[in-house]
């Protein structure tokens, strides 16, 4: 999305807009002698044109904000904030229409010039006030620069797809659990909010693709000790997640005592109501492994595929009333 919005520095679009003026001002076919006032026409029209269009290509390259899936708006508000970018895309904007009206406005004075030596003059002045412009937005320019560097990497992330979100404690097995579901090496994304990178894999599911995600430094610890970026980004997570899978580990081995992790899924099942969440009760094929009483959850090896094949199962009935409240949900619309 962000990869296609061009780079622009101000020098070299002034270049570029000046060098093309003066060749196609001089490629008029009557004599030169006689058409200086439309020669610096044509310049000050293609030059304030290749500008303005310069320009253009950087704001029409941005989505619609508005229209934009709420995930992808919410970390693109993170990542750069919308309010910033819709500020400097705003200046550049601006500069398009001051740039037309300037050039109108000398196009119609050097056409009334009355002789060449004042055409010529007026045209050096409408290049000056063009320069002028673009030194206005130039700290404008310069911030969409740096945001779109850090906009071209968004993780390739689909919010458009089933997502399964994986939950729990660092070291209790999410990884292992994230390629014996998908038995695939998973997508590793890097993201602004979290120094780890993001794990995303997929398995299919009657022909529809489904997402699942690993979530390192978002999920894996209590609330309480998150800064704000990382809370907006686990908002940003509920317009994503359609299913959660909460491991557990009950060796305790991943150096979290049951109580907390018991406490964090309580934190994460208040703050995503509504999005249904599978318990899984991870390294059951250890010795050290305690007794679960918990019967809503299900005894699984990731390390070993212990009762992933239970697991699939569970997953697959979540799939099929999601899809059938979808299908439901059109036909009655």
């Not at 010529?120 to 700290?139: F, H, P, V």
């Not at 009483?293 to 999601?322: F, M, P, R, V």
């Amino acid at each position: 999305m962000f990869k296609e919005i061009p780079r622009i520095e101000i020098d070299e679009i002034v270049d570029k807009a000046f060098k093309l003026a003066k060749k196609k001002a001089l490629s008029s076919k009557k004599n030169l002698n006689e058409i200086v006032k439309e020669k610096e026409s044509i310049r000050v029209t293609v030059a304030g044109e290749t500008l303005a269009e310069s320009l253009f290509k950087v704001v029409d390259r941005y989505p619609s904000f508005d229209r934009l899936p709420p995930f992808t708006r919410e970390l693109i508000d993170i990542i750069a904030g919308i309010d910033t970018l819709r500020h400097n895309l705003g200046a550049l904007s601006f500069a398009i229409h001051t740039i037309n009206s300037i050039k109108v406005e000398y196009i119609k004075n050097i056409r009334r010039a009355k002789t060449t030596q004042e055409a010529s003059a007026l045209r050096k002045e409408c290049y000056g006030r063009y320069i002028s412009i673009l030194k206005q937005i130039d700290r404008n320019i310069k911030v969409l620069n740096e945001l779109r560097e850090k906009l071209k990497n968004l993780p390739s992330i689909n919010p458009d797809l089933y997502t399964i979100v994986i939950a729990g404690f660092p070291n209790v097995g999410k990884s292992s659990l994230l390629k014996s579901l998908t038995n695939s090496e998973p997508e590793i994304n890097s993201y602004p909010f979290t120094t780890k990178g993001i794990n995303v894999s997929s398995f299919e599911y009657n022909r529809k693709k489904i997402q699942v995600v690993d979530t390192p430094g978002l999920l894996d610890r209590e609330f309480k000790d998150r800064n704000p970026i990382e809370l907006q980004a686990i908002s940003a997570l509920k317009y994503l997640a359609k299913l959660i899978l909460f491991v557990f580990d009950p060796t305790e081995s991943c150096g979290y005592n049951m109580e907390m992790q018991l406490n964090l899924y309580k934190e994460i099942s208040n703050e995503f109501i509504g999005v249904p969440i599978i318990k899984l009760f991870n390294k059951a094929d250890l010795k050290e492994w305690g007794y679960v009483t918990d019967k809503q959850g299900i005894e699984i090896s990731a390390q070993e595929g212990l009762n992933i094949d239970i697991l699939k199962k569970e997953i697959e009935k979540k799939l099929i009333d999601y899809f059938e409240e979808e299908v439901d949900y059109y036909e009655k619309n």
